[in-house]
């Protein structure tokens, strides 16, 4: 059975970074993707970033691009997200998920709070 644990998020000021991690365990499939979606108050999920275990090709959200880094450790089973130049609208539950699609995900983890203030 798949699982994931995240973990990283915290209170940070405007301009500030953070590193989210994802460890996912029980899963065999070299083919899985990961990803990342976030959800603020009041309004719907929305995909942040997506990697490819298999080729390690990356997507991300238009609002993010340029500050957001996905990487994922093979070693470690481990999803990160680095997130650079932070913004209050960044601020939000952020969610890790795995599945066999970019932002398809079958599988998911705890949210993790991210709290940017200005």
């Known amino acids: 059975d798949v699982q994931l644990q995240a973990s990283g998020g915290g209170s940070v000021q405007a301009g500030g970074s953070l590193r989210l991690s994802c460890t996912i365990s029980?899963?065999?499939?070299?083919?899985?993707?990961f990803g990342w979606f976030r959800q603020a108050p009041g309004k719907d999920r929305e995909g942040v970033a997506g990697?490819?275990?298999?080729?390690?090709?990356?997507v991300y959200a238009d609002a993010v691009k340029g500050r957001f880094t996905i990487s994922y450790d093979n070693a470690k089973k481990t999803v990160y997200l680095q997130m650079n130049r932070l913004e209050p609208e960044d601020t939000a539950v952020y969610y890790c998920?795995?599945?066999?699609?970019?932002?398809?995900?079958?599988?998911w983890g705890q949210g993790t709070l991210v709290t940017v203030s200005s």
């Open positions: 998920g795995a599945g066999l699609g970019t932002f398809n995900y079958d599988y």
């Open positions: 029980g899963f065999t499939d070299g083919t899985l993707a």
């Open positions: 990697i490819s275990s298999s080729d390690g090709s990356t």
